[in-house]
């Protein structure tokens, strides 16, 4: 796949801990939906080179643009989406996964995780079958 250089901070310095914390600490569903944006904008959009050459997500209705790169058994993602909600939730995936092992990722939970971010209640059926799909996309590699 691609050469990843793009850094950011999700999985390193926003962690999956953090985002649980942050939405436990959301007093409403319009607060977790403001967090949700203000990550997706935290998360860098990729060049035109990185998205011509990411994998496209089935089952997503936004455009979903997922890249990775393998390196001494550890995988580095980068994302990104034309939609704020879809680039937010991308931002909430990847700091679950983003400098994993391959074991880790295939034991991560997603279905717990969604669950203590109390999300899926609140998003629309596609939104939830495009979670999914990626996540597919993720578990696959």
Request: hydrophobic residues 40%; charged residues 20%.
């Amino acid at each position: 796949m691609t050469n990843i250089t793009q850094q950011h901070p999700f999985g390193t310095d926003i962690t999956a801990d953090d985002i649980i914390d942050l939405m436990a600490n959301s007093r409403s569903w319009e607060d977790k939906y403001r967090h949700i944006i203000q990550l997706g904008k935290k998360l860098p959009p990729l060049d035109e080179a990185a998205k011509n050459q990411s994998i496209s997500v089935p089952g997503c209705e936004s455009k979903v643009w997922l890249s990775w790169q393998e390196c001494n058994g550890v995988y580095v993602f980068c994302a990104d989406s034309d939609a704020r909600i879809v680039k937010g939730l991308l931002a909430i995936i990847l700091a679950a996964v983003h400098g994993k092992q391959r074991d880790t990722l295939i034991a991560f939970n997603f279905e717990h995780y969604f669950e203590q971010l109390d999300l899926l209640a609140h998003l629309s059926q596609s939104r939830s079958n495009g979670i999914n799909a990626i996540i597919t996309q993720i578990k696959e590699i």
